[in-house]
């Protein structure tokens, strides 16, 4: 027993000095990434086959950290692959992330955002299942950076706030440094440069506790940013130069190229160009040594702008060139399309305006293209999801009578097992049955009610989506179209095949635009803005001639215009179903629509001339009746139904609205 007791507490001492060692080379890495690589490849060239995969985990993530500061891509590539397979062989979560995250910083410098933003996410999966609050504050910074590329400032806010409240939480300084980095770059986004500048100032001090030059560097540079837009430009200058000088020392190449870019951006704000190409080629030629597709295509784009400045169009289109084949390389088809718009003004800056044109027709495509694939995306994502949800709506609601058909069974059994007691058990059953029925009625109210609440938010979102889709979008093929008709007008004359092409680029615009109109009117009609009366007239028109079955409309001159929205959305959508259902099954002719109102009371049917059906045959599944059941019972009403076989259908819903429900009699 004492040899065993010694064994584990042996055991405790290695794994906290282990662990303290992997601290101490982690601060090393913060300020002297040189010599903390040679401490890392000394350690694994040391280690044993006998030698733990717990051992050689992090300390493979650590050496491809490294490799990436010291511009070591290839090297960290594989480190951090093959850290991730000793990670996911041993459910090693802190290992998974860690390696996971490298990747994400690798290929992103590759100009792969998409997988890079794939990879951030999977690291940031395993977080419930770790405890390294520098690791974890680490994670969720770079979720912030993955947030803010694809515009989601109010995710990106959040998550910054959560990686602030675990950072506080634990107090390790590391978790801190990358809390207020976040805050830092959040406030920035929102224009809040007060406070941007107050945690990129916490961010320094908490650096120099750690201490990490590598942090006091990012706070510099961030601070020499921020600096820029509200003090002399002096004070932003002289940051900027720190932190340059402390990334030289440092020996991080991709930092200073980083930092480099940042100083010539200043530097172009302040029109002294020179500098800012002195700046710009430095870290050009950085990344012609240490290939990296996103930091190259931006230094080229931006020394590119700066000769555009300087009126030397030939190196401008010689940098924008390169450019354009870096940009060809990675996946993000907005770095192809900003490539293009200034290949286009430098083209019409020589005077090349044919050119200028073609590539401003490129861009334009790729945009537009762009655009609507996203709003199609956008719309058939919606749409699925309230599928889905209603569909697990309804396997719920399978599953609970399951439950409860199970429970009547077994109470069944009981009463034949136990027929002595068959007045007690009766009495307990009666009790039982009156309290699932009370059961059954709560939990049935409060589905209806879940119901309700959906419905309505689906409504709403579907305002919304049709709204963005039609301010937004219209706005800006509209707007292209003017452009183009504008562009019709002044190249008729000069090249008949400009002239064509400028009227093929009409026509395509004028698809695009009719396709939106459409998604736009069958995701939420702009009729239904304009009144009851105004909708049902326009679905019956649409009904009319879509379907060649005539429609006549028969409203009482005492409905009024205006309604709530509840109101006047629910008898839209059932005269929609029901218009629908005639369509697909009853062979009418005609259809005629009723809607009178009467103290309040409104009365609603739609008839048709149709082949009718018996009642009794009605499916089960029928979910076009069950919604519009729905809908009645949202509004506090009544739906029926009456039909016989070769003397049509009438479907009637009957309604009272409060008087405060009327926006205009």
């Not at 993000?332 to 005077?351: C, E, G, P, Y």
Request: glycine share 4%; aromatic share 8%.
């Amino acid at each position: 027993m004492l040899i065993v007791a010694a064994l584990l507490v042996a055991g405790r001492v290695l794994a906290a000095s282990t662990d303290n060692s992997l601290y101490n080379l982690r601060i090393m890495a913060e300020n002297d990434p040189v010599a903390a690589y040679r401490e890392v490849k000394q350690l694994r060239a040391e280690l044993t086959d006998s030698t733990t995969d717990s051992t050689q985990i992090p300390l493979l993530n650590l050496q491809a950290r490294l490799e990436f500061l010291l511009a070591d891509s290839v090297q960290a590539e594989q480190h951090s692959n093959q850290a991730l397979m000793l990670a996911t062989q041993r459910s090693d979560a802190i290992g998974q992330a860690d390696a996971l995250l490298n990747l994400a910083k690798i290929v992103l410098g590759q100009g792969r955002l998409e997988l890079s933003t794939e990879l951030t996410f999977r690291s940031a999966a395993l977080l419930s299942k770790m405890d390294d609050p520098a690791l974890t504050a680490e994670i969720m910074f770079w979720q912030v950076l993955a947030y803010r590329r694809r515009g989601r400032e109010q995710e990106a806010v959040t998550m910054a706030l959560q990686a602030m409240e675990i950072a506080a939480q634990s107090e390790n300084l590391l978790a801190l440094a990358f809390a207020y980095r976040g805050l830092s770059l959040s406030y920035e986004q929102s224009y809040h440069n007060t406070e941007s500048l107050a945690y990129s100032q916490l961010m320094l001090r908490t650096a120099e506790q750690i201490p990490s030059r590598l942090f006091e560097a990012y706070s510099l540079q961030d601070l020499a940013t921020r600096a820029g837009t509200s003090t002399a430009f002096s004070v932003a200058e002289t940051l900027m130069q720190q932190a340059i000088g402390l990334y030289r020392q440092l020996h991080t190449p991709f930092s200073l190229s980083i930092g480099l870019l940042s100083q010539a951006r200043m530097y172009t704000d302040q029109q002294r160009y020179a500098q800012s190409l002195d700046a710009l080629t430095e870290a050009i030629s950085i990344y012609q040594q240490y290939p990296a597709a996103l930091g190259y295509w931006y230094a080229l784009i931006a020394r590119s702008n700066v000769y555009v400045q300087l009126q030397e169009f030939d190196k401008a289109e010689k940098d924008a060139r390169l450019a354009l084949a870096t940009a060809q390389q990675m996946d993000d088809i907005m770095f192809h399309s900003q490539n293009l718009d200034l290949l286009a003004t430098i083209a019409a800056a020589k005077s090349d305006y044919a050119a200028a044109y073609t590539l401003r027709v490129q861009s334009s495509e790729l945009i537009n293209s762009h655009k609507l694939q996203m709003a199609q995306h956008n719309v058939s994502e919606a749409v699925s999801g309230y599928e889905q949800e209603r569909q697990q709506r309804y396997i719920d609601s399978l599953n609970q009578q399951n439950l409860q058909q199970s429970q009547q069974i077994k109470q069944k059994q009981l009463q034949q097992s136990w027929l002595v007691t068959l007045l007690v058990g009766s009495l307990l059953l009666l009790l039982l049955t009156v309290y699932f029925l009370r059961r059954l009625g709560q939990v049935n109210l409060q589905l209806r009610g879940l119901a309700a609440r959906l419905e309505t938010a689906r409504e709403e979102e579907r305002k919304q989506i049709a709204r963005d889709l039609h301010d937004d979008m219209g706005q800006y093929l509209t707007a292209l179209r003017l452009d183009i008709s504008g562009m019709d007008v002044l190249c008729a004359d000069q090249s008949p095949v400009v002239a064509q092409r400028i009227r093929a680029l009409k026509a395509l615009v004028d698809k695009a635009i009719s396709i939106m109109r459409s998604i736009v009117t069958s995701i939420r009609p702009a009729p239904l803005e304009m009144g009851v009366i105004f909708a049902l007239e326009w679905l019956a028109e649409e009904f009319s001639n879509t379907s060649g079955i005539s429609c006549q409309l028969d409203i009482s001159p005492d409905v009024p215009e205006l309604v709530s929205d509840k109101y006047m959305t629910a008898v839209f959508r059932v005269v929609q179903e029901s218009l629908t259902n005639i369509v697909k099954h009853a062979e009418a002719t005609h259809v005629i629509i009723r809607l009178s109102v009467s103290y309040r009371k409104f009365f609603l049917s739609i008839a048709d001339n149709g082949k009718g059906f018996n009642l009794n045959e009605i499916k089960q599944n029928c979910y076009g009746l069950t919604g519009m059941r729905e809908r009645a019972y949202m509004l506090g009403g009544e739906l029926t139904l009456r039909s016989r076989v070769n003397d049509g259908t009438e479907i009637g819903l009957t309604f009272r609205i409060a008087e405060d429900e009327v926006i205009n009699d």
